[in-house]
């Protein structure tokens, strides 16, 4: 790399909040070590891309940028290009990359993000490509700083990695075994956070309500929830995501007590059929599930509840499917991820016989929507011409004139304001209904 020159760098993050925390973190160490950031390949001196493995669709796209940068290489040869995250973790993706994408310069994994200042500088100094994966850890490594993408909500990880192994996920052999930070270090994070001034935190876990197990001593997310809330200056607490099968009666109890946890819960169910659901590993039926969130609501009758949704599961059948439609029904959710059933290498599911078309998959999946969206509506009905409080977050990426922000509640609102107001908890009327977003007005 060229001497007494700035150097640049631009991060492409694939995948879920783990992932988009983990690129902070990335961008902090690259900024340590004299890079700045750019918002174009072009300028680049540095590019990551930080990938997923969780979707079939995630792991296409990498490849085809991959692609389009051998010509970025070839125009600028001190250009390092690497890779991380949990597409890095599979042996065979290495092997691809390896032998097809050869102007990769660094692969690293989910375990070592910390090791990347150290990277770069065996690189810069051998010009070799460098991989350097940590297949599993029990370390959790602490001292890391993020580059947060706001100023006033953060992620913080509780824990790491996952004990699930549900058939159809990748994360357990990508993220590993879990394991648990201390809550003396999350709470200092914490207080430090909403000492710069940061409203809002969103705690992140595989599956938080497992939180503890792996420490030393009996400590239940539950309790960490009620010593987080004791934090001076920090107004909501979020999280994300439960495992309906740890959901306890005690963090129903400090969910419904607590007042800085937002009244909003994001409980996959994945599906209605019980025949499905064992397949899948969930450890939980339809009907404790259904019971849980019969608990749920009368301990917190204001709650929104969002949930996954996966469609054409192996041996998915008519039935099993028309299950899932009735459990919608019931449950009436604010909102949902929904999502094609794909093969993921590495995973049971991959191996199971009667996949399922993919002309069934897209016709159930179409069904699903449109049993979803009117419900969608009615539920955000309740808000008419109510005055919530928002969390103003940014200027509308459609109407540069409207602010956006989200309620206690996870509803997103649009609502004319200054841009001055970003980061402030303000009061909104709201007097226009949608399927997926409200409109209002400062109160």
């Known amino acids: ?57 995630a792991e296409l796209k990498v490849y085809g940028q991959l692609g389009a940068l051998k010509g970025l290489k070839r125009q600028n040869p001190d250009l390092i290009i690497a890779l991380c995250g949990c597409m890095m973790q599979r042996e065979e993706i290495r092997e691809i990359i390896l032998s097809k994408y050869k102007h990769v310069d660094i692969i690293f994994g989910t375990n070592n993000i910390h090791k990347l200042p150290q990277l770069i500088h065996r690189y810069e100094q051998t010009g070799d490509t460098i991989v350097d ?43 590993g075994r879990e394991k648990s930070r201390e809550p003396k270090n999350i709470i200092n994070e914490i207080k430090e956070l909403t000492s710069k001034g940061y409203k809002e935190i969103t705690l992140l876990g595989q599956n ?79 009907e404790e599930y259904l019971l849980l969130i019969d608990k749920i609501r009368k301990a917190i009758p204001e709650i929104a509840i969002s949930t996954d949704i996966i469609v054409g599961f192996p041996g998915e059948r008519e039935e099993d499917f028309e299950e899932t439609l009735d459990l919608v029904k019931e449950v009436r959710y604010d909102s949902a991820f929904t999502f094609l059933y794909s093969i993921r290498e590495g995973t ?31 539920k955000n009905l309740n808000y008419e011409n109510k005055i919530v409080e928002v969390l103003v977050e940014e200027v509308s990426k459609n109407d540069p004139n409207m602010l956006t922000g989200r309620t206690r509640t996870g509803k997103l609102i649009h609502f004319k304001g200054n841009r001055e107001l970003i980061g402030q908890l303000v009061d909104v009327r709201i007097d226009k209904i949608k399927t997926f977003t409200l409109e209002g007005c400062l109160v």
């Open 133 to 175: 994966i940590i297949e599993d850890s029990r370390e959790i490594v602490e001292d890391i700083n993020a580059n947060r993408m706001y100023s006033y909500k953060a992620f913080v990880n509780i824990m790491y990695g996952c004990n699930n192994f549900c058939t159809y996920c990748i994360v357990p052999y990508t993220r």
């Open 348 to 378: 049971i599911a991959a191996n199971m016989e009667n996949q399922v078309p993919d002309e069934i998959k897209h016709n159930r999946f179409q069904k699903l929507l449109d049993t979803l969206y009117p419900i969608f509506y009615e």
């Open 1 to 57: 790399m060229k001497k007494n020159k700035q150097k640049y760098y631009h991060i492409i993050t694939y995948g879920c909040q783990m992932n988009e925390h983990d690129s902070e973190k990335i961008s902090w160490l690259l900024e340590d070590l004299g890079y700045v950031w750019t918002d174009t390949k072009e300028n680049s001196d540095f590019i990551v891309y930080n990938t997923c493995l969780v979707r079939e669709n």
């Open 208 to 286: 938080v309500n497992s939180y503890g197990k792996t420490l030393n001593y009996n400590y239940s997310f539950a309790k960490l929830l009620r010593e987080i809330n004791k934090i001076e200056g920090l107004e909501r607490i979020r999280f994300m995501t439960s495992h309906p099968k740890d959901l306890s009666d005690e963090l129903i109890e400090a969910m419904a007590s607590l007042d800085k946890v937002c009244e909003h819960l994001h409980l996959p169910v994945q599906s209605g059929s019980n025949k499905i659901l064992k397949a899948m590993n969930r450890k939980y039926t339809r």
